[in-house]
């Protein structure tokens, strides 16, 4: 099967609504290799671009695609084979009013640094003054049309959105609940790095190429609310909510049910053994919603689908 | 050298207090074995022992151990070198009040399993239902006696404490700010295995015996405010704090000090940096006041002592 491109050119998308319409249309298993420009709309490409407040439109997210069969219920598997960046430069930023330490007298926003991409000895990496960052890419925007309510791409929830979580990068497998037909996913934000946390707001923000597969799951066997990360070690929930308190119940909550449904489990022997292996992991802590996940490892959880 | 054993029976701690009295003076460089007992003082033998409420005396910790020569301003280097289980079961337990999901309804507690050792095939297990889960132990409750305030066992604070982090674990080194002549070092409630979060508010709580050199660094180079844990791969301050998000804001501070320290960063830098490499880690979200870690490989930090 040919590879399809699309590319943020062809549309992108700074709000998730319930009534996305599609830019393009694939049958469930198509590869695609989506093209995305930087979460700042290349506004920063200097250490003098600035950016003074969190822009009304940030992270474009090339998109939506709809997705042949999918219909509400059914699950969209999304497998990220892998990620490469397309461009010569990431920028990390920090903007006055975001960030984990948002307020701080001795933080400076706005700031903005170029970290520019270099070949190294095969291994491309970023630089970040005197250090040398090899080059993960992740992907910050991911997700489909939501339920009922609409929710801009700076912001997290059931339907994905900014997850800004390291786990999405190649190799991953990230599941969606389907809430409308055709799924309509879209996604952007990339970074070349990021650290579990995104404390200052931003990683090394930066256009990429995504080759993903996607592909509709129908009767699904599980009742997915969120989305679910596979790496290859873990099963894991991801979660976000108003305080990291509230994210770490949701995504223990999903463990505990996938846990439930494969041994039998009742809800508070799964939630014991959920304290026992694996466990919760911060994706990050400046969005509007927060995001959590918990890992819970493959030798105690089989493909839930 | 000869190792010293120090074990719960010689004494142990429910309380970390500025005045403590050692047990056992060491020298600056000793190689000890300290025994431990489990968090529950062997209340908890068969699935019928049921847990009401928090005991008012948990965790005991083996010690206080004085090391010669500490002195406030110091820095007190623990190195875990290994730990062994040292009964033939741990147990998990949930108690009324207590843990992630308390007041869920479908959450019984107080509920109690017993989770036996198995020898495996030389790889030693605990057994969960049908689950074998592979022997990782990790120490609970570890820190020294505290500037002026006194903590219980149960809570985690800058002396250490009841940290709950499985990074404490054989093959790691943890350090801590010496607040009192002596450091007076003591640790207990040790896991078999846990998950990181610790949801339900124990994981399978064991005996251990745990062999550790205890160091005293002095000049130590950096103000260590609190607990810094060193991985084969990592630094990791760690910090406690009523909610995850200023838990989160103090390990990154630490981890944005460090970095500056040894890049020359201004602190808006290191932040940026922060957010690129590691990231933020939960340790646990169930004691009074939780627990979360930033990890920042060794590629950018050397040993800040």
Chains 1, 2 share one sequence.
Not at 274 to 293: K, M, N
């Amino acid at each position: 099967m040919s590879r399809e491109t699309i590319s943020h050119e062809d549309g992108a998308i700074y709000e998730f609504t319930p009534d996305l319409e599609p830019i393009e249309t694939v049958e469930s298993g198509a590869q695609v290799t989506i093209e995305t420009r930087d979460s700042l709309d290349g506004s920063v490409q200097a250490e003098s671009d600035l950016i003074d407040s969190v822009p009304e439109e940030v992270n474009a997210a090339t998109g939506p695609i709809a997705v042949e069969g999918a219909e509400p219920g059914d699950v969209l598997r999304v497998e990220i084979e892998a990620m490469r960046v397309a461009e010569d430069r990431g920028r990390v930023i920090t903007i006055d009013g975001f960030g984990l330490l948002d307020g701080d007298d001795e933080i400076e926003a706005p700031r903005s640094r170029i970290t520019p991409v270099e070949d190294g000895d095969g291994d491309p990496t970023i630089t970040f003054e005197d250090c040398e960052v090899p080059i993960d890419p992740v992907i910050g925007t991911i997700g489909v049309a939501p339920d009922a309510e609409s929710y801009t791409t700076l912001v997290p929830h059931d339907h994905g959105g900014n997850l800004d979580t390291t786990d999405l990068t190649g190799g991953n497998v990230v599941y969606f609940p389907v809430f409308q037909a055709g799924a309509l996913l879209a996604m952007g934000d990339c970074k070349a790095a990021m650290a579990d946390g995104e404390m200052c707001g931003t990683g090394s923000e930066i256009a990429c190429e995504i080759d993903a597969t996607v592909e509709v799951l129908e009767d699904p066997g599980i009742d997915l609310e969120r989305p679910l990360i596979e790496t290859p070690d873990a099963w894991k929930p991801v979660a976000s909510a108003e305080t990291l308190e509230e994210a770490c119940q949701l995504a223990n909550r999903d463990a505990i049910d996938l846990l439930s449904a494969e041994h039998g489990f009742d809800t508070t022997d799964a939630y014991m053994f959920s304290s026992l292996v694996g466990g919760l992991e911060i994706s990050q802590v400046v969005d509007p919603l927060v995001t959590v996940r918990n890992a819970v490892p493959k030798a105690y959880l089989s493909d839930p689908f």
